[in-house]
């Protein structure tokens, strides 16, 4: 069964920091583009950070370029997304996705967030920055 598990989500004050894993089980990660998505209530899924499998190149918007980076581990079949300078708009669900290869980016240079462009998605993990 292919599946994606994200974790590391939590509750972070202001200007905090956090790492955010995405696991894969049943596929590698080393074949495919992986993308990190939030999406807060009300709002829609926003594409974060991208990263290629052939030669590791990331992809962010503007939004979060500066503050999140985005890294992989194939021998542990992981991709990271480091937060930081956390603020409260920051609050949200954050979802690991894959799709075969490259990224697919979206306009504003970070991976598409609308579209049916990633196959597999993780479950979520719930990030919260708050006083």
């Known amino acids: 069964q292919l599946q994606l598990v994200e974790s590391g989500g939590g509750l972070v004050q202001p200007g905090g920091s956090l790492r955010l894993s995405c696991v894969a089980s049943?596929?590698?990660?080393?074949?495919?583009?992986i993308g990190w998505f939030r999406q807060a209530p009300g709002k829609e899924r926003e594409g974060l950070s991208c990263i290629d499998s052939k030669d590791d190149s990331t992809y962010y918007p503007r939004s979060v370029k500066g503050r999140f980076t985005i890294s992989r581990d194939n021998a542990k079949n992981t991709v990271y997304l480091q937060m930081n300078s956390l603020q409260p708009e920051d609050t949200a669900v954050y979802y690991c996705?894959?799709?075969?290869?490259?990224?697919?980016?979206?306009?504003?240079?970070?991976?598409?967030?609308?579209?049916?462009?990633?196959?597999?998605w993780g479950q979520g993990t719930q990030v919260t920055v708050s006083s």
């Open positions: 996705a894959a799709t075969f290869n490259v990224c697919v980016l979206g306009a504003d240079g970070g991976p598409q967030s609308g579209g049916n462009e990633y196959d597999y």
């Open positions: 049943g596929f590698s990660l080393r074949y495919y583009a």
